[in-house]
């Protein structure tokens, strides 16, 4: 997949030791501003436990789930849309990543250097995407004055680009974010090439001590002013313990569920944050499934059945027949796909088949 959800925020926040806990990246993780420059990038598996019920169905030699990219962005600091501590560089890492994982500090640790001053991390995340605003309405109103000339030979569509720049611009200079029509899809996709960095689907990476596990990290010093902040910009929060989630990844499997069960912890506030990240932008899974592997695909909710057959290999779109399906759910209740079709519960679908989540599909091609 060519996703991939940058993390984001002040320096000294956690976004680097959240990283390596994430992808086992090894990025450099230290107590001063700027310490990351050039962008981490790592792989982390979406976590699905249909997968294991199907690689057992199937006797599968292997097992392989489904990913997500991840990149460490370094720390934006106050200023950066005016090029501020790099702030251009970094602007524009963000500029190419798809979804925004806003990682705001929650822990307090006197030894870790708060840029910002006291804890306050809300506003730690309005400076944040203030900065991303400024640096949108400079590139919109770039845009807007080339419009503008465009707009006078009466085209509707430069006109439509015209109009809709001047209401984001505005909107920007107010310090708000746009709002627009999402259910027009012409508007939609107007909006998608302006690039706009606060229009990206964002959720927030609460970082928490290790004694706020659990609800105790709604006690924490501005985490009500956090929420409310959330609630108002309709962004979910997920809390996770970066300093615990890179100890876990240090352990091995059956260690780490043995810990995380002592802990009362019944999921990784990493696998969260990948499940979060994965929601965000609407993806889907759907399985294969036989001896050799059972294997996890993604795909934007709403695809077609030729569009996923491309996901496992072009050829099978280019020479797309039809699709055997079974919902997962059947598969397991019948126990095999053999008994599943015996039971009447595959079904024979065609290029028009909007692939649904959880589908275990075999893809019939001929090239």
């Given amino acids: 997949m060519s996703f991939s959800c940058g993390f984001v925020g002040l320096p000294n926040v956690g976004k680097s030791t959240l990283f390596n806990a994430l992808s086992k990246g090894g990025a450099e993780a230290a107590n001063f501003p700027f310490c990351t420059i050039e962008p981490n990038t790592g792989i982390a598996s979406v976590p699905d436990p249909r997968l294991k019920v199907l690689a057992e169905l199937e006797h ?61 991390p809300a506003n730690d995340l309005e400076i944040i995407e203030t900065e991303l605003m400024l640096s949108d309405l400079e590139m919109l109103e ?32 107010e310090g708000k974010i746009p ?38 990290w709604k006690k924490a010093t501005g985490a009500a002013e956090l ?25 091995s499997p059956e260690e780490a569920a043995e810990f ?7 999921e990784s506030g990493l696998d969260h944050v990948v499940r979060t990240g994965y929601r965000l932008l609407d993806y889907i899974t759907f399985f294969t499934a036989g001896p050799m592997e059972s294997r996890a695909w993604t795909v934007t ?15 099978m779109q280019r020479g797309f027949i039809r699709m055997e399906t079974v919902s997962y759910d059947d598969l397991v209740a019948c126990g095999s ?21 959880g589908d275990v599909i075999h893809v019939r091609f001929s090239v």
Avoid at 93 to 106: P, Q, T
Avoid at 143 to 169: G, I, Y
Avoid at 230 to 245: G, S
Avoid at 344 to 350: S, T, V
């Fill in 60 to 120: 599968s030699g292997r097992i392989v789930p489904s990913s997500l990219k991840f990149i460490d962005i370094a720390g934006l600091v106050r200023g950066a849309s005016q090029g501020q501590g790099l702030g251009n560089q970094f602007l524009g890492h963000i500029r190419n990543v798809d979804a925004i994982a806003h990682v705001v500090r929650l822990f307090d640790d006197g030894d870790i250097v708060r840029v910002e001053g006291a804890g306050a």
């Fill in 142 to 173: 770039k845009r807007r004055d080339r419009a503008s000339k465009l707009a006078r030979s009466n085209d509707p569509d430069s006109k439509h680009e015209f109009e809709l720049l001047k209401e984001f611009t505005a909107s920007l200079a």
């Fill in 179 to 216: 709002e627009y029509d999402r259910e027009d899809a012409k508007t939609c996709q107007l909006v998608a090439s302006f690039g706009m960095l606060c229009d990206k689907p964002a959720f927030i990476c609460a970082n928490i001590g290790e004694d706020q596990i659990g609800d105790n």
């Fill in 227 to 251: 929420i409310d902040y959330a609630a108002r910009r309709n962004m979910e929060i997920v809390p996770v313990c970066a300093k615990l989630e890179e100890e876990l990844s240090s352990l």
């Fill in 260 to 266: 995380m069960r002592e802990l009362g912890i019944e």
């Fill in 301 to 315: 909710r709403g695809a077609l059945a030729p569009e996923a057959a491309g996901k496992i290999h072009t050829d």
């Fill in 337 to 357: 796909w053999a008994k599943a079709q015996a039971a009447g519960k595959l079904r024979i679908e065609g290029k028009e088949y909007v692939v649904q989540d």
